[in-house]
């Protein structure tokens, strides 16, 4: 496996995304103070942090859910600062949610083929798909991906909470993006459910970069080549997995002491 060094170095010079002076007001309340943050083409980042940190804001905030107050958001160099959520979509930006948001009258292998559909060029079409549909075949495998083989052909009734936050990641996947915001995959998940979370997420295509919002630092920190950390919606800290989970003042703040 190569280094962390070794993934970095081998990657375009620009960045994937970057953020410069982005602050979120609502009213008098500021959600986000002056984010300024950098994360390379295939980088996987975590941002981590208390409750009201500013975490889902900042993601609000990249995916056009809300637009900023001030600052500039750039998507692969591109100025994506006052575009719509659809728009930043079809440019190959994906995220998952905290609150499941899956047909769950439909089968595992129909939710993936529904997503890749709804963002190709023929997503309006009312041809049935048959046994050879390119997208079928696409949603097969991203179902595969996400360890949900024997599971295809359930209903999302049927699936365990943590087969559906698996079947989520399927759905990000779709579309060929090219990078993902992951809104708390570990929450509410047994420990059996994280390592095979883990296991999906360190994975994926090296080209498909992402960052991790996660309270459960076990799986973060696992799963990123580097960690930014926010208090009171600023940046506080920022540097590799081993150098936060070592720092004293992020041990204070966020964990109450030790981490282990």
Do not use: W
């Amino acid at each position: 496996m190569r280094s962390v060094a070794e993934r970095l170095s081998s990657r375009s010079t620009g960045n994937a995304l970057e953020l410069r002076g982005v602050t979120r007001m609502f009213g008098a309340l500021t959600a986000l103070a002056d984010v300024t943050l950098s994360i390379r083409p295939g980088e996987r980042h975590a941002v981590l942090g208390s409750n009201g940190a500013g975490k889902t804001t900042l993601f609000n905030c990249i995916t056009g859910d809300f637009l900023p107050t001030s600052g500039t958001i750039r998507f692969f160099g591109e100025d994506i600062t006052d575009f719509p959520a659809h728009e930043r979509i079809r440019r190959g930006l994906r995220r998952t949610y905290q609150i499941s948001l899956l047909f769950r009258g439909l089968s595992v292998l129909d939710n993936v083929y529904l997503a890749c559909r709804g963002v190709s060029r023929g997503r309006f079409s009312m041809i049935r798909p048959g046994r050879d549909d390119v997208l079928m075949q696409t949603a097969s495998d991203l179902v595969d991906a996400v360890h949900l083989t024997d599971s295809r052909d359930r209903l999302v009734s049927e699936l365990a909470y943590g087969q559906q936050r698996q079947l989520e990641i399927a759905l990000a996947l779709s579309g060929a993006p090219r990078f993902i915001l992951f809104d708390e995959p570990a929450a509410g998940l047994s420990p059996t459910e994280r390592a095979e979370l883990i296991e999906i997420l360190t994975s994926l295509p090296d080209h498909i970069g992402y960052i991790i919002i996660e309270h459960d630092m076990d799986v973060a920190l696992r799963v990123v080549e580097r960690v930014t950390m926010m208090h009171n919606g600023r940046v506080f800290k920022e540097g590799l997995p081993q150098e936060i989970e070592g720092d004293e003042e992020v041990q204070q703040l966020y964990l109450g002491g030790a981490h282990g």
